[in-house]
């Protein structure tokens, strides 16, 4: 069974600073993909970025960033230049590439950008 | 504009009731999907449908039941409320990746 580990409950980051939420999983698996969700207060969840685990590039939207390191089954998260509207929950999910397209999500990383 | 949307924001139901949340979504999406949330637990899918009429259970089905009549419909059904399923139920349908919805914060008193 597949599991996805994230080790930081809650993390804060200074205003236009970079921050990471750390992420990792377990599987057999060898093809699935990996994403983070953000989910601001009281307002709903929303994809961030994602990774298929075929691609060794790492995916990057804008401000974020991912370093995935398949060996690893490592999935972490970077922001950079952090804004106030990056204050939110993010969590890790994983999801297999054949079969019910169940995801497995993290438990979340509470992170809130300091003014 | 892809949108799921859930029939409340915030309900409160005594023990013993029947409750049920909905969830639409406009996609057309085949596969759609009940979560409930709670702190330091993560999202945990109770339920899952693949197609009308078709559903499997997620990790925590004991105490809950699904519906889906129509391909854009999936509802999430509590037989008799306990106060151990106050929580916030979260429904997302499944396209290139899994959009939710606005969530339906329950409380059982």
């Known amino acids: 069974a597949q599991t996805v580990t994230q080790s930081q409950p809650e993390m804060s980051v200074q205003e236009a600073e970079t921050v990471t939420l750390s992420c990792t999983y377990d599987t057999s698996e060898n093809n699935y993909y990996l994403f983070w969700y953000k989910q601001p207060p009281s307002r709903q969840m929303i994809l961030v970025i994602r990774q298929e685990a075929y691609k060794q590039q790492n995916a990057t939207e804008n401000r974020f960033s991912v370093n995935f390191q398949k060996a690893a089954k490592s999935f972490s998260l970077k922001i950079s230049d952090s804004q106030l509207g990056d204050t939110a929950m993010y969590f890790c999910?994983?999801?297999?590439?054949?079969?019910?397209?169940?995801?497995?999500f993290g438990t979340g990383t509470r992170l809130k950008v300091l003014a | 504009d892809v949108k799921v949307t859930q029939s409340s924001r915030y309900l409160v139901k005594r023990t013993g009731e029947k409750v049920f949340l909905e969830c639409v979504q406009d996609?057309?999406?085949?596969?759609m999907f009940w979560y409930r949330q709670d702190p330091g637990l993560g999202l945990r899918l109770i339920y899952f449908?693949?197609?009308?009429?078709?559903?499997e259970k997620g990790d925590i089905p004991e105490g809950y039941s699904v519906s889906r009549e129509k391909k854009e419909r999936f509802s999430l059904i509590l037989e008799s409320a306990s106060t151990n399923q106050t929580s916030m139920y979260l429904c997302a349908s499944l396209g290139n990746e899994q959009f939710f919805g606005p969530g339906t914060r329950l409380t059982v008193l």
């Open positions: 996609m057309d999406h085949e596969n």
């Open positions: 449908s693949y197609d009308v009429k078709m559903k």
């Open positions: 999910a994983f999801m297999k590439l054949l079969g019910t397209y169940k995801y497995i």
